[in-house]
């Protein structure tokens, strides 16, 4: 098959040399995305791309009376009007369209038929010679739906909570309870017990999504796709139409954001595939900004927290409820409440987590997906009872850590996170903060200090990756690997030219095209772990080929030596610590006469050695608040965030990475929300003027602190991932800080102004209020 592109592969500067692990590089790709030279997903066009908008529907249940087209059809320009009568032809079966992450249950599938499962439902592709006519013609479309009763309100509904199938990779159902937490909560003197809630989050990255279907004339299908996974949606693609895998390539090489939205293929996919076929011509479909919010989202989720404890602050008992809202299709699970049997020593646990079928799209993963609402539940009640024992919030956390999983009977593989508190706690200046709330008042502002744990899973996957050392010592390296914004071909490049001991520059790694070799979806914090330690191990590989090839030198200097006894330093091969038997790669190349050596790697996780450890990332979060009262507004002036994710492999990335987490927890605490109007079953703010993110001015000092471990049981480059922490605990940290400041405990989020001026302890106005028992 013919490249319609030739995909950009970034590369470090002339001149940036050699480099090492855990070397503070600056980002290959930074110089491509900022000159315009990095494609998205809706910039690979061709002459003949014919361009398709999308209709939504506005009602959220039930079935396509009449969709009226004709209008449409007139206009100009258009080429046809897909619809669930008129479209080629799909696969019916559930099977064909579960892709790599999906939950239990059915996948949608649109233009499937004519029922209608949710507001913003795709109904109909409007597709034309340009754009615009595309756009016009698609506000012509008519739709004529019977309305079925619906229902898209999870409080009103928590008592249809139902266990669920627990059917999805990386999904733990929550362990069973130990010890009697109830029982122990009753007899304990200190205790706490609140509901903490969280609304929906839609995911707002930069790049919208967008689909680029190339058509070669033998009929083979190159898709550019905003995903986290080529190879997830060329499986996708191929069962959903029948399709040789053959046929179809997917390429992301450059991707605008992409934090779990892009884990599952998105319906702008199947559509733009749809119309080529059908047209048999190249299709283009971009979403606009509002239909971002027409797919998948962060659940809602309400959760029920008791904590108890003995005067001395020693946990006598856990109880942590969640319940969550999912679609009536599928079971989209998060892990939630796990944590809270992991993070302290605690004999008297109980956990619990159901889901509530709604008339909305189904959930999708958003950065430490379930930690994200389950450990900020977890450390504000763990920050209420610290005042109802009159103890610092830390000295509390530090009372009750732990070393030991006690739900598995397991050891953490590694876990610095005592490190984590006492760094980030010393450069925050902890100790200096007054017990009591409300305290320190700065001319209108109320000040306050909060702090809060987090914690993620350190996972490995599996991958393949492949690498050609070339005669003039270019390296190139290669897996189907994505960058989704976290800086992957740095690190990569980063990883192989630090193992070959090649200068930076000359090593190129390509991922992010579905032919390349086997790697997973970019998400869980994964990609180091997995691809990283591919790359590794392939680099590994060739280093064997070199002194092989170097042994057969005359004269050489490497009889008998084992890698073991040698080192790539410099372009060169040499014996440890031994300049002078220093012979360059290049040199082995030619004197063995060939133009390049080559290998594959296959990385597969140490399983038997993994299970028997417990295997995470944690953070220590610390923060300052400003708020005034009277204005309700709430400023994060300082934030100090320890990570503890193993061994760092390229500082500034992993920083880019903590930082970003940071900011985007601060936007969970304060800003971000998306509300349904549950008369119309339909979310209303979905644009960014009433769907706030936090914004410049919104974001101040951020401090990210990294206490590094050597974790090679997670992987072998002793690396455990860094992207999810960065979130987990901040907006715990925010809440804590509001508390402390003003002596109001705000236990949903966000944490918007009227909530601030709200004179009694309130939440999610309209729905019921929630007693408070905090106290002992
Ligand atoms: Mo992330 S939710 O693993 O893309």
Not at 336 to 360: A, E, I, K, P, T
Not at 373 to 386: I, P, Q, R, T
Not at 475 to 489: H, Q
């Amino acid at each position: 098959m013919a490249d319609f592109f030739e995909d950009l592969v970034p590369v470090a500067p002339e001149g940036t040399g050699y480099v090492a692990k855990g070397d503070a590089l600056p980002r290959i790709d930074g110089h491509a995305k900022v000159t315009g030279q990095a494609r998205y997903a809706a910039e690979y066009l061709t002459d003949d791309v014919a361009y398709g908008v999308v209709v939504n529907s506005v009602t959220p249940r039930g079935r396509i009376a009449a969709l009226h087209v004709e209008a449409a059809l007139a206009v100009p320009g258009v080429l046809d009007v897909l619809t669930h009568t008129h479209r080629p032809r799909m696969r019916k079966l559930d099977l064909f369209y579960k892709d790599m992450t999906a939950p239990a249950g059915s996948p949608f599938k649109p233009l499937k038929d004519d029922e209608i499962h949710y507001s913003g439902q795709p109904v109909a592709l409007v597709v034309a010679e340009t754009f615009e006519a595309a756009r016009y013609a698609a506000s012509l479309v008519k739709v004529e739906i019977d309305p079925l009763p619906h229902e898209t309100n999870l409080l009103a509904n928590l008592a249809r909570g139902h266990k669920p199938t627990p059917l999805k990779a990386g999904y733990s159902p929550p362990p069973k309870p130990r010890g009697d937490a109830d029982a122990a909560f009753d007899a304990a003197p200190v205790k706490v017990e609140a509901e903490y809630y969280a609304g929906v989050e839609h995911h707002n990255p930069m790049e919208m999504h967008a689909t680029t279907v190339l058509r070669a004339p033998d009929g083979h299908l190159t898709i550019y796709d905003k995903t986290q996974g080529s190879q997830n949606c060329r499986w996708l693609v191929s069962h959903a139409f029948g399709l040789s895998k053959s046929k179809v390539t997917v390429k992301n090489p450059f991707v605008g954001g992409a934090f779990g939205s892009g884990l599952r293929p998105q319906y702008n996919l199947l559509l733009a595939v749809m119309a080529s076929l059908h047209l048999k011509r190249s299709v283009r479909v971009v979403l606009t900004r509002q239909q971002m919010f027409t797919f998948g989202h962060r659940p809602e989720t309400w959760q029920k927290m008791k904590l108890a404890a003995e005067r001395d602050g020693t946990l006598k008992a856990v109880v942590h409820e969640a319940i969550a809202e999912t679609s009536r299709r599928e079971d989209y699970c998060e892990v939630v409440v796990n944590w809270s049997g992991q993070l302290y020593r605690c004999d008297n646990v109980r956990l619990g987590y159901q889901l509530v079928d709604l008339d909305h799209y189904s959930p999708i993963d958003m950065r430490a997906p379930g930690a994200a609402h389950g450990v900020h539940a977890l450390e504000v009640a763990m920050d209420e009872l610290s005042y109802a024992l009159a103890m610092d919030p830390l000295e509390l956390r530090l009372k009750n850590y732990t070393d030991h999983d006690a739900a598995k009977d397991l050891p953490y593989s590694t876990k610095e996170l005592k490190a984590c508190y006492r760094q980030a706690a010393e450069r925050f200046g902890w100790s200096q903060r007054k017990p009591q709330p409300r305290s320190r008042k700065e001319g209108s502002e109320w000040v306050g200090w909060g702090m809060a744990t987090g914690q993620w899973d350190a996972l490995q996957m599996f991958a393949r990756a492949g690498a050609v050392l070339h005669a003039d010592g270019r390296l190139e390296v290669e897996s189907a690997a994505s960058d989704i914004g976290t800086g992957t071909y740095t690190v990569m490049a980063q990883i192989a030219a630090a193992a070959m001991g090649l200068p930076m520059e000359h090593v190129r790694f390509r991922l992010g095209d579905s032919r390349l070799p086997v790697a997973p979806i970019e998400g869980g914090s994964s990609h180091v772990t997995t691809v990283g330690s591919a790359v590794e191990g392939v680099c590994e590989k060739l280093q064997k080929q070199l002194l092989k090839l170097a042994q057969k030198m005359p004269d050489t200097a490497f009889a008998g030596a084992r890698l073991a006894d040698v080192e790539f330093v410099q372009g060169t091969l040499r014996r440890r610590g031994d300049a002078a038997s220093a012979v360059s790669l290049t040199g082995i190349l030619a004197a063995a006469g060939k133009d390049r050596i080559e290998d594959k790697y296959l990385m597969l996780p140490h399983a038997l050695k993994q299970k028997k450890y417990i295997r995470a990332v944690h953070s220590a979060v610390f923060c300052e608040v400003r708020v005034d009262e009277e204005l309700g507004t709430v400023r994060v002036t300082r934030v100090v965030s320890a990570v503890a994710a193993g061994r760092i492999i390229s500082a500034k990335t992993a920083r880019s990475q903590v930082v970003g987490g940071v900011v985007w927890g601060i936007s969970q605490a304060l800003h971000e929300e998306t509300h349904a109007d549950h008369r119309l079953g339909r979310f209303m703010n979905h644009n960014y003027a009433e769907y706030h993110v936090a914004a410049n001015a919104d974001i101040h000092d951020i401090d990210v602190i990294f206490v590094e471990e050597d974790d090679r049981i997670v992987s072998r480059l002793g690396a455990k991932g860094v992207g999810e922490i960065g979130i987990v605990g901040v907006a715990a940290a925010v809440s804590n800080a509001v508390y402390h400041a003003v002596g109001r405990r705000i236990r949903s989020t966000p944490i918007t102004p009227d909530k601030v001026m709200a004179p009694a302890q309130e939440w999610a106005a309209g729905d019921s209020a929630i007693g408070i028992n905090a106290g002992g």
